[in-house]
């Protein structure tokens, strides 16, 4: 735990697959607004338009280049060579203000505070805002919140475009789970995990990052794969009942039968044994604080 007097220095964490100049520019970004202590670290997962390449290697900027490894193993890789004391996990499509890093940091000295993350707008047309977000309804479908507060809040679900957390937090949780297949939920189970682990999640809403939302992604993503991540979310947390209301919202999908497949070969089983022995709630603490339609 970094002291009150003293500044913590920071890693920022980008993966990247298929971004085009607009990785470039998130790292221009970064490098611009970071303390004199802070880093970043780029995972190229695999990308096939040069956009890393127009990267150059220094004391601020490390790249790891890498295969497909999705978004949640990617930002564990990278976490793992960082070396600060507050690990950032950002999108290759942000654009930040100068000085976010503070009030999160300040955030984060509150050891209850397990992650911090800042208002979100859409870059481009930064009237909309996006204040933390929540789960919508057994299907796991997600809403954004409206403002609740002028002053740093708990929020139920972070999102991952932005989101800041103490080393010691994420090395004491695993960081994001990394049977989490390619893309898909694993900014919401991060958030799930630590208040079910105990810690809280901040949204401060003096800091507010750009971010830049795109009508399809430039790298495929199978349905399979994103309808497991969020069966597994619902088998590694969820008792019985609520398992059973988000199979029936999701059945319906084509490739459910593909998803669940993936999910019966994978290590949920002993992963669900694991969290439950780790955890100090439940989901039912979890829907009674943030009440959705469950």
Not at 2 to 7: I, K, V
Not at 50 to 56: E, K, N, Q
Not at 223 to 240: P, Q, Y
Request: negative net charge; glycine residues 8%; charged residues 20%.
């Amino acid at each position: 735990m970094f002291s009150d007097s003293t500044q913590p220095s920071i890693s920022v964490v980008v993966p990247a697959l298929n971004e085009g100049v607009l990785l470039a520019r998130t790292v221009e970004n970064l490098r611009a607004t970071l303390p004199a202590n802070g880093d970043i670290v780029v995972v190229d997962d695999g990308s096939t338009d040069g956009s890393a390449d127009a990267l150059r290697e220094d004391h601020v900027l490390r790249i790891i280049r890498c295969t497909r490894l999705g978004a949640a193993t990617a930002r564990n890789v990278g976490a793992r060579q960082a070396t600060g004391e507050i690990v950032v996990f950002a999108d290759a499509h942000i654009e930040a203000p100068p000085l976010w890093w503070q009030p999160l940091a300040d955030a984060l000295r509150d050891a209850s505070v397990g992650a911090a993350a800042p208002v979100v707008s859409v870059m481009g047309s930064e009237l909309s805002k996006g204040y933390g977000m929540r789960w919508k309804g057994p299907d796991l479908g997600i809403e954004w919140l409206p403002l609740e507060s002028s002053g740093p809040h708990s929020i139920g679900l972070a999102p991952g475009c932005l989101l800041a957390m103490r080393r010691e937090v994420f090395n004491a949780t695993g960081g994001f789970d990394d049977g989490m297949i390619l893309w898909g939920m694993e900014d919401s189970e991060l958030s799930l995990r630590l208040w079910l682990l105990g810690y809280e999640l901040k949204l401060v809403p003096s800091v507010e990052i750009a971010h830049a939302f795109r009508e399809k992604h430039p790298y495929s993503i199978p349905w399979a794969c994103v309808i497991h991540n969020m069966l597994r979310v619902a088998f590694c947390h969820f008792k019985t009942e609520r398992i059973r209301q988000v199979v029936q919202a999701l059945k319906g999908y084509r490739d459910f039968s593909d998803a669940l497949a993936l999910l019966a070969t994978s290590d949920v089983q002993a992963r669900r044994q694991f969290l439950n022995l780790h955890r100090r709630r439940d989901d039912d603490w979890f829907f009674q604080r943030f009440p959705m339609n469950l």
